[in-house]
């Protein structure tokens, strides 16, 4: 029996099982082949199309969707995955609305682009669907790289290098390879476990080994990699996480958003996650939507948003801002925290208003105090376990080129890496330009 | 409100839309529902002589091609004439009629090319009380191998002969339907003429193969892996039918002969064009047998509208209006210069234009940075291809320079009046002006 969602508390269990599979079933469900064909359709083979310029993976867009409409998706899935081999991915969780679909014309001439993002999740499911790997290896070379973490940059990168010929070990701190693509990304989006299904596929074609709780700066060292690997790809992510400097903040009930996706994301039964009833989300970002929409999906009463800025200033963009509120999650703009109240566990967060002087964000003084047995902290991660040795960019390990560190045969890309915004398709085009870098410097 | 009843060759109808001769018009039952759904008269499917009826095949008797969302651009079919026995036919014929008397009912007679043959049918046809008839001498598939339909067509002498003898032994208006399948239309119109004909209908369909199956390599419709070329109708062949009865309308043999236009008619737009070249009216086909019977509420009201607004009261005050615009290429004014203009808040930079212009035409179009297109003045020859490909109607358009002017792309002032190629001293054959 559901414990409903006014349980008070942070309890499991909340709605049914037949509830939560609905709730976190797919956001956007596959395109028939009929869909298919209608949306394809629309494409007019725009010249240098301005979809392919928005696109950090360069993915020959009109083309692909030509394959579509020429009765060949599976060319068409090919077309994709040689600019962006984590494309099936890409397509369930890029932000399509800023970038490539913003940018098609017919958003500009009918604000209805053409569905690029669900065409490109039809075209690489069908190659995905067939179970063999379209590339294949080049014949070995014999000399060795080492990346460092196996989320999208680090996978993107091997699986070029490994296509070269190359043999590539990827060492993960975690249990699973994936990086946010298993442990980050909303459930909704990436469902039935697509994210591993996508790394067995991506590791056919071979040359490939994952040494999984393998730890920069504990298990390995840069020095040490250096010595037994001709190059060296850094993709460790930001899995430092911002602090939140407010009174009570210690109080139990009060985490970290990321944490609480990676326990939605590995939860066996999400029947057995707990969440409250009255959970507040610190931040503006994607995080803070995926945490708000999951809590609501579990079945928490109320959600709040709760962003120090304006609307206009959040990370999330405006579609992921309304899919929020499409769920009934509430979003609070130009609120501060100040303090979480509660006996021991949270049970109230004060919110100060703010506006903006002079460019300075300032507290108007006024206060509001709205229920919060949960506060999920989503305020930014940083880099953290870089190794000393690197010079930085800001908090950031700086590179010139395509992914150069200050560090001769080592590359950075990814999150950890100066430049880009922080998403997946950023961090494929990354590892991907990276090992072009190296498999040329290998190959001098 | 103009009036939309149209008097061809007398047989008045409520409107100037006929359902062709063909599958839709094949049985009363179909009939009778086109009536009831508003059209102004239908040519019976074709009735061949007494006697065991043909057989058709039993597998597809259509091929398509489709345009963007699969719209249904052209059809293919090897259909051959009522596969009813003419007896059925006749009766139902004589019963509509009867209950439809303000709407026209024309009987389409494919018989052997031997006079007893139409001597025998012609009185029987007459007794159904048929506002007219029309001799199918276009179907292109099937029954041209038994040396009717377009076999006949092909042939001007057998058009102008089996004609008079429908003249001889029938009292009311001959039409004969003129066959695509030939280099000149104009001469099997004339034999029309000559033999008595009080019009001619056209086009009937286009030899067509639609497409061949990849897998099995037969042609396609494919009946058991093979295929035969079928006749092709549909959107994609109204600019032919157009040019086909333009020649008709024009030409100093036939000009003034009635003509019923038929060939791709999809909206009223395509209808009045058609009647602009000089129909009298227009038969359909495709656009119902793709979307209904319920088509003519638009092609009634839309041509109605168009009318109202041009100040026509009536469809005969525009037929032909068109026929002295159609001319030869060598008389087109080789004085008018016009240059592509694109609308800069209707383009939706989607560089169409420009891949079009600099890939296959004249390098005429700029493209900037930020991706404005512009066109380049001095290297338009105006030769329309960006206008056709732009997927927004009306944001390029073709310009006229005034005379005066200096052209960019020539360096000349673009003169007054008009020079044709025959006079224009562009052509160093030209013949002084007389």
Redesign the interface.
């Known amino acids: 029996m559901a414990q409903g969602q006014m349980a008070p508390g942070i309890v499991s269990g909340r709605l049914s099982s037949d509830e939560l599979t609905s709730n976190f079933s797919d956001l956007h469900p596959p395109l028939a082949p009929h869909e298919a064909a209608v949306a394809a359709d629309r494409c007019y083979f725009c010249y240098d199309a301005p979809c392919v310029t928005a696109c950090p993976t360069d993915i020959d867009i009109p083309l692909f969707i030509r394959q579509i409409q020429a009765g060949q998706p599976q060319s068409a899935g090919r077309t994709i995955l040689e600019q962006n081999i984590l494309g099936g991915m890409c397509a369930r969780v890029c932000p399509t609305e800023t970038l490539c679909e913003e940018a098609c014309v017919r958003e500009a001439a009918e604000g209805k682009p053409v569905e690029i993002g669900r065409l490109q999740r039809y075209a690489t499911d069908e190659v995905m669907v067939t179970g063999k790997h379209p590339f294949d290896r080049a014949t070995p070379t014999g000399k060795t790289v080492a990346v460092i973490g196996a989320g999208p940059a680090g996978l993107a990168c091997a699986h070029r290098l490994a296509m070269f010929g190359h043999d590539v070990v990827i060492h993960e701190a975690r249990p699973k390879p994936g990086g946010l693509n298993e442990y980050g990304i909303a459930a909704y989006k990436s469902t039935n476990n697509f994210a591993q299904a996508e790394v067995d596929w991506l590791l056919k074609i071979g040359g490939i080994a994952i040494e999984t709780g393998s730890v920069l700066g504990e298990t390995i060292s840069l020095d040490g990699l250096l010595e037994n690997y001709d190059a060296v790809f850094l993709s460790i992510g930001l899995t430092g996480v911002n602090a939140l400097r407010t009174s009570g903040a210690d109080k139990e009930g009060v985490r970290h958003a990321v944490d609480f996706i990676s326990d939605v994301r590995q939860a066996a039964d999400l029947a057995h996650l707990p969440v409250g009833r009255n959970v507040v989300v610190i931040g503006g970002g994607m995080t803070a939507v995926d945490a708000a929409v999951k809590s609501k999906l579990l079945g928490a009463e109320h959600v709040t948003i709760a962003y120090r800025r304006g609307r206009d200033a959040m990370g999330a963009s405006r579609y992921e801002q309304d899919l929020a509120a499409s769920h009934g999650v509430r979003i609070m703009a130009n609120v501060q925290p100040v303090a979480i109240h509660g006996n021991g566990a949270a049970a109230e967060i004060e919110l100060e208003y703010t506006s903006s002087r002079d460019g300075q964000l300032v507290g108007t003084g006024e206060t509001i105090r709205i229920p919060a047995d949960q506060v999920l902290k989503a305020i930014g991660q940083s880099l953290d376990g870089a190794p000393e040795d690197l010079s930085l960019d800001g908090n950031k390990i700086a590179v010139s080129g395509a992914g150069r560190t200050s560090m001769p045969g080592v590359w950075a890309g990814g999150d950890c890496a100066a430049g880009g915004d922080d998403l997946t398709v950023t961090a494929v085009a990354e590892g991907r330009d990276a090992a072009l870098d190296i498999h040329a410097m290998l190959n001098s | 409100m103009a009036d939309l009843t149209t008097d061809f060759l007398g047989i008045s109808s409520p409107n100037p839309f006929w359902l062709a001769s063909a599958p839709p018009t094949d049985k009363e039952y179909n009939v009778r529902r086109a009536f009831e759904a508003g059209w102004g008269g239908v040519v019976w499917k074709t009735l061949g002589s007494e006697g065991p009826p043909v057989v058709n095949v039993n597998g597809p008797r259509y091929g398509a091609i489709y345009g ?3 719209r249904l651009l052209g059809l293919n079919n090897i259909e051959l004439i009522t596969d009813r026995p003419l007896e059925v036919n006749l009766e139902e014929m004589a019963r509509v009629k009867a209950d439809y008397p303000d709407r026209a009912l024309i009987a389409s007679i494919m018989v052997p090319c031997e006079e007893e043959a139409w001597k025998a049918i012609l009185p029987r046809v007459a007794e159904t009380g048929a506002d007219g008839i029309e001799l199918n001498f276009g179907c292109p598939h099937g029954m041209s191998e038994r040396g009717m339909g377009s076999a006949v067509g092909q042939v001007p002498e057998y058009i102008e002969m089996v004609t008079r003898w429908c003249k001889r032994y029938y009292d009311r208006p001959v039409i004969v339907k003129l066959t695509p399948n030939i280099t000149d239309i104009r001469k099997p119109a004339a034999a029309a003429k000559n033999g008595g004909a009080d019009a001619v209908s056209l086009i009937n369909t286009i030899n067509s193969i639609t497409s061949v199956d990849l897998d099995t390599f037969s042609p396609e419709p494919s009946i058991d892996g093979k295929g035969s070329h079928g006749g092709y109708c549909g959107p994609a062949v109204k600019p032919i039918a157009l040019s086909m009865v333009s020649e008709i309308a024009r030409n100093e043999t036939t000009r003034g002969l009635p003509i019923s236009g038929i060939g791709g008619v999809t909206t009223w737009r395509d209808a009045a064009e058609f009647i602009s070249l000089g129909c009298g009216n227009v038969q359909v086909c495709t656009a119902a047998m793709t979307y209904g019977f319920k088509i003519i509420d638009e092609l009634t009201a839309g041509l109605s509208e168009w009318m109202d607004k041009k100040g026509y009261s009536q469809v005969s005050d525009f037929v032909g209006r068109a026929v002295p615009n159609v001319t030869d290429w060598q008389y087109l004014n080789l004085n008018y210069v016009a240059k592509a203009k694109i609308d800069q808040d209707q383009c ?5 234009c ?2 079009a212009c600099e890939d296959t035409s004249h390098q005429a179009i700029s ?1 900037s940075a930020d ?1 404005v297109f512009e066109v380049k003045d001095e290297e338009c020859v105006a030769c329309n291809l960006c206008v056709d490909v732009c ?2 109607e009306g944001c390029i358009t073709m310009v006229p320079m005034a005379a005066g002017e200096v052209d960019p792309r020539t360096g000349d002032v673009v003169q007054p009046g008009y020079a044709n190629w025959t006079t224009h001293p562009n052509n160093p054959m030209a013949k002084a002006a007389e």
Not at chain 2, 348 to 352: A, D, E, L, S, Y
């Open positions: 963007a969302d699969r939706i930079k989607c560089g169409r420009y891949a493209i991706r997927p927004v």
